[in-house]
């Protein structure tokens, strides 16, 4: 996915304010495009998740590992045994 890339290419480059930035974005836009419980939300979500937790900022990581925790349980919900 590009937003990996993206996020991996800053990373290394020491620019971790553009991967946060980037991540903020993308989840404001899929939030209004696909609603903020939709798998594209969770997805971005987990990787925000990921990033704030490797760059110290753990006020801002809990609420939203709070809902992606919340999501991961809808969907999980949603999966029917066959």
């Known amino acids: 996915e590009v937003l990996d890339c993206l996020a991996s290419i800053w990373s290394r480059l020491g620019k971790d304010d ?13 939030e209004k495009e696909f609603g903020t419980e939709s798998e594209e939300v969770m997805n971005t979500l987990k990787k925000l998740v990921f990033y704030l937790g490797k760059v110290g900022k753990k006020d801002e990581r809990l609420p939203l590992q709070q809902r992606l925790m919340k999501l991961r349980r809808k969907y999980k919900d949603l999966i029917i045994p066959t």
């Open 18 to 30: 553009e991967v946060g930035s980037t991540l903020w974005r993308v989840l404001d836009i899929q």
